[in-house]
Each structure stands twice: as C-alpha cells, then as structure tokens.
C-alpha cells in the first residue's frame, strides 16, 4: 500500500511537493474507500496546467527504472523543473506491507540516469548505492552475495538488480523487500482515448477487443455496457485470425469501434482494464471522465469502489463528483501552488456527510 509520494524539482513541480495519503478521517460513512492505513480510492481536481497529469508521471518514474514493463518514455522529455537551480530530480515513496513501513528514495538526472537510491525498512537503511562514488552497501540477509560494483550496465537500478537476484535469504524483512517489488511491478496508469498508451503492469501492446476476449465473453462486455446505459446487442468474429467485437443488426454487423462513440469507445477502453484491475496494486487514470456523461462517471467510480485490494487515483474537473455519496472529503485532493492537500485538510470547518461539498468547493471554502 502506498501511504504518501514526495516530489521535488520535477515538471513543473517546483521544491517539494507531497501526496499524503496515510490521514483517514474517522468518517463513518464510505469505509470501503479506505484501510487503516491508507486513502485507497482519491480524485484529484486542479486546474488546467497545475500538474493533475504531471502527478502520475512523477508516481509512475518509478516503473522505468525497476521494471520491464511498458514504459512511455517520451511523456518525460521534459524531466527537471526549469524553474530550479537543483541539479536532481528527487523522488521519494512511502509504503506499508503488513506491519512493516519501506521508504525509497531516489534521485536522477534524468528519465534515464539515477544517481541515488535508498531503501528503508522501518526507518533502518537497508540499501544504499550512490552512483556518482560508484559506492553503496546492503543490509539484507544474503545480499553481502550481491556485488553492487558488478554488471557492464552501470547505470542499471541496483535495487532492481537485487530484486531479480535470488540471493536474498527467506526472512521477514527481506519478504517486505519483495512486496515492494511486487507492488511496483504490478502498479498501471493508463491514458485517454487519443493515445491509447499506458504504462506499468504489462509488457506489451495488445488491442482493446483482445483485452476483453481474452479476459471475459463479449455478453459479458456487453452487460457491463447494459449497467451504463448503453445497449447494443455485441457477437463476437474471426476477421484474418483476429478477435473482434461487432454490433448485430437486423440488416447486417458492424465492427462495434466503428460505430462506438467517443464516449463508448472510451468506456470499452476503461472495461479493457477493468477486467485486469484486480491483478494491480495501484492504478491511476488521468481525466478519466473526458467524454463522459456526468452519470456515467459516477457510475464509473461506483464500480471502480468495488475493487477492494487495489489503490486507485482518478484525476477530473467534474465538481459533479465531488460528492459525500460517492466517497468522502479525505478523498478528495486539491492541487494548489505549493501543495496537494484533501479537501479534509483543506478547511477549518468540519465536514460531515450532510455537507453539500460540491457546492462548497465552487464558494471557495476550501484554500489548496
């Protein structure tokens, strides 16, 4: 579980910015959007240009450098804020796996080249390789094996290194090591329509129809569009070898993506993961709702609340959302000039279920 995200000289996240999502409330209503120990279902609002996008690229850096999953380097041309005199984009995550808290922290030159990387298992370092003094240590069990100095990559991730070694001894400690590692690997952001990209997870390209088939049956596609409002009556066929997705009509079929709407296409877009989401450990969808009706969309976060075991974030501009019926105040984050904060944490005032947030929020009750 992810408990808060540090950023510092990043895109346009200029000195530190932090994603706190340790601070549940004791609201009574809701329970199932967090743990006890983290917010695990948040909306983030800001404004155009204030960093919603740039948010999860700074939360998804970490899978370029410890995975083999999809990356989209290109979204990180742009890397260092140019605002700064730092010569380093620092980052910095905070977990929580069973009883045990892990910190990593890295720093980076670039997208590609790291020049730090800390690991901390309850507060004690455990790992530590500078990349500027070609230097380090570490203080798990079995990784005196492991040569920090060794490999033609020098600028490979040492940490990812020692997650696919297997030298590490069979112990509690070194087990939450790997529940990091695991939790990386598994984490996934994906995009909008326009560019159909995403990052984490997988490794690899496939088609929206090939996610579903072979996922689910495309009745079941097709009930899932029902409980939308959205009815077509959905066959599969073989075209060259390929599994498509068609509309049946009385006077012929159709390739549903050539008659879909922006909106539907999207939807069978966000189904295509839907279906795979309960194998990530962390999602986040950036402007999820841009070709949404406001219904939809709530409905969207109805069935994406049901997804107990994953943490995801959804960023939007749609107030409509914004709602004590939906999720609760904690899980409502504003990105401001210096911060991101909840709405909870946002105001004096104490918020209960009653209060109509939405309405709030456009008066400028809250100071992000």
């Known amino acids: ?35 006890k120990d983290a917010i695990t279902k948040a909306i983030v609002y800001g404004p155009n240009g204030s960093g919603k996008s740039n948010l999860g ?6 899978v370029g450098h410890l995975t083999d999953n999809t990356k ?15 010569d380093r984009v620092s980052f910095e995550y905070h977990f929580k796996f069973d009883d045990h808290k892990l910190i990593y922290k890295y720093q980076k030159k670039d997208y590609e080249r790291l020049l730090l990387e800390q690991i901390f298992i309850d507060e004690k370092e455990v790992i530590h390789f500078d990349y500027q003094t070609n230097d380090g240590f570490i203080h798990l069990e079995g990784g005196d094996a492991f040569n ?21 001894v069979q112990n509690e400690i070194n087990d939450i090591f790997y529940k990091f590692g695991d939790f990386v690997d598994h984490m996934l952001m994906f995009y909008s329509l326009d560019s159909r990209g995403y990052q984490g997870f997988k490794f690899g390209s496939e088609k929206i129809s090939r996610f579903i088939l072979e996922e689910k049956s ?25 599994r498509q997705i068609f509309c049946h009509f009385p006077n012929g079929d159709v390739n549903f993506f050539k008659i879909a709407s922006t909106g539907t296409s999207s939807l069978a877009l966000l189904y295509g993961w839907y279906i795979q989401m309960e194998k990530a450990s962390f999602v986040f969808i950036d402007e999820f709702d ?71 929020y456009k008066a400028g009750a809250f100071n992000a």
């Open 218 to 242: 495309v009745k079941e596609f097709q009930s899932f569009l029902e409980s939308m409002g959205i009815h077509y009556n959905l066959i599969e066929k073989d075209i060259d070898g390929e």
């Open 290 to 360: 841009a070709f949404y009706h406001f219904e939809l969309a709530e409905n969207v976060v109805k069935i994406l609340k049901e997804l107990r075991n994953t943490q995801i974030i959804l960023t939007t501009h749609n107030t409509d959302l914004m709602s004590n019926e939906l999720l609760r105040p904690d899980c409502y984050y504003l990105i401001g000039e210096k911060r991101i904060t909840s709405i909870n944490n946002a105001t004096e005032k104490e918020l209960r279920r009653a209060n109509n947030i939405q309405k709030m």
């Open 57 to 62: 690229l700074a939360l998804f850096d970490i």
């Open 148 to 168: 920090l100095n060794n490999g033609s990559d020098k600028e490979k991730s040492r940490v990812k290194s020692l997650l696919g070694s297997t030298l590490l």
């Open 72 to 86: 989209r380097s290109d979204k990180y041309r742009i890397y260092k804020n140019l605002e700064t005199e730092a």
């Open 1 to 35: 579980m992810l408990t808060k995200f540090v950023v510092s000289d990043f895109m346009n996240f200029k000195y530190a910015w932090t994603l706190d999502l340790s601070e549940p409330n004791n609201y009574e209503f809701n329970p199932e959007v967090v743990s």
